[in-house]
């Protein structure tokens, strides 16, 4: 089940808000600008689809956002725990950044979080299948897909070189739970 987990940025263990309803989780979200959503497909989603077909099912939704928001191309990101470079990936998702573009995620399946850390708190989102998140351009955050990732998620870019991370060198996320997947 989603769920938001809000805390100061300097104590992971001080709970300032927890919730997994998500009206809630929403309103939080959009009141530091991030834009989170439940979608549904309009053909549904079974095992074994390709990358193809899963864009195709969500063609209406993502059409709707590239003309809302202008993002210019899609992908589909897959992981699941025989990636061979599964270690290195979490790592690398796991050093706080930024993008010099909105963070657009969907989850067609699975899970994973995402720990946003805007002005003096840290909003751990953990996002599941049919959530929708727009982290806004410059936010700095991280992502843990735990040590046996398995998720699958639509990915909106405006910039047509794909996935640029702009490292802070900060090691906040040794500070914060890790995600032990489900
Ligand atoms: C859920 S997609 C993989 C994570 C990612 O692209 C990113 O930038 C995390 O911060
Ligand atoms: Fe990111
Ligand atoms: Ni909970």
């Given at each position: 089940m989603s769920a938001l987990t809000v805390t100061p940025d300097t104590n992971?263990?001080?709970?300032?808000q927890h919730t997994t309803d998500g009206a809630e989780i929403a309103k939080t979200l959009a009141s530091v600008g991030v834009r989170f959503e439940r979608w549904e497909a309009s053909t549904p989603i079974t095992d074994g689809m390709s990358h193809e077909d899963i864009l195709v099912a969500y063609d209406p939704e993502i059409q709707k956002l590239k003309d809302s928001e202008g993002y210019k191309t899609v992908d589909v990101i897959s992981l699941t725990s025989?990636?061979?470079?599964k270690d290195e990936l979490r790592q690398k998702f796991l050093s706080e950044h930024t993008h010099s573009e909105d963070e657009v995620r969907f989850f067609v399946a699975g899970e994973g979080v995402f720990y946003l850390h805007i002005e003096d708190k840290v909003y751990q989102v953990l996002c599941c299948k049919d959530d929708l998140i727009s982290v806004p351009d410059m936010t700095t955050h991280w992502f843990d897909m735990g040590p046996t990732p398995n998720f699958t998620a639509i990915r909106l870019f405006n910039?047509?070189?794909g996935w640029v991370a702009n490292f802070t060198?900060?090691?906040?996320?040794?500070?914060f739970p890790k995600f032990e997947g489900k």
């Open positions: 992971s263990q001080t709970i300032l025989d990636h061979p470079q910039d047509p070189a060198g900060d090691a906040i996320a040794d500070q």
